[in-house]
């Protein structure tokens, strides 16, 4: 099962129930459909071109010393032995959203670059390339 993760940190100061309708215009623009929406959790789909397959979309706030952070995770059937290039198909798309459709947001990890988990002290990332 493939399973990755982005963090995401606010530019400024933010409430962490403000994070997760800051990442909104991202995934309304990638036509994600969803499950739950609360004020710390989201939970949805993607559906992948061209075939449609679904991954799973959660999205978490997470309380840190130095403010909130977002987690999120894209999940699929895909084999991670395989490179699940379809999950990452996805994980592009969002990240290459986020500049224009939730630039308050800044990316601190992605786990296709950074490793499995996030560790301690992450450091910004360029959102594409």
Avoid: C, W, Y
């Avoid at 991202?26 to 499950?35: G, K, V």
């Avoid at 969002?94 to 786990?111: N, Q, T, V």
């Amino acid at each position: 099962m493939a399973r990755l993760i982005i963090v995401l940190k606010p530019r400024g100061p933010a409430a962490g129930h403000e994070l997760i309708p800051k990442l909104m215009p991202a995934l309304q623009r990638l036509n994600a459909e969803f499950d739950h929406q609360g004020p710390s959790h989201l939970s949805g789909v993607m559906r992948v071109p061209p075939q449609g397959m679904v991954v799973q979309l959660f999205a978490d706030v997470q309380p840190q010393a130095d403010g909130p952070e977002l987690d999120v995770v894209l999940m699929s059937s895909e084999t991670m032995i395989k490179g699940a290039p379809q999950t990452l198909q996805a994980l592009a798309a969002l990240i290459s959203l986020l500049p224009e459709h939730a630039g308050d947001l800044e990316l601190i990890f992605r786990s296709d670059r950074d490793g499995p988990v996030p560790r301690q002290g992450s450091r910004p990332l360029a959102a594409q390339g």
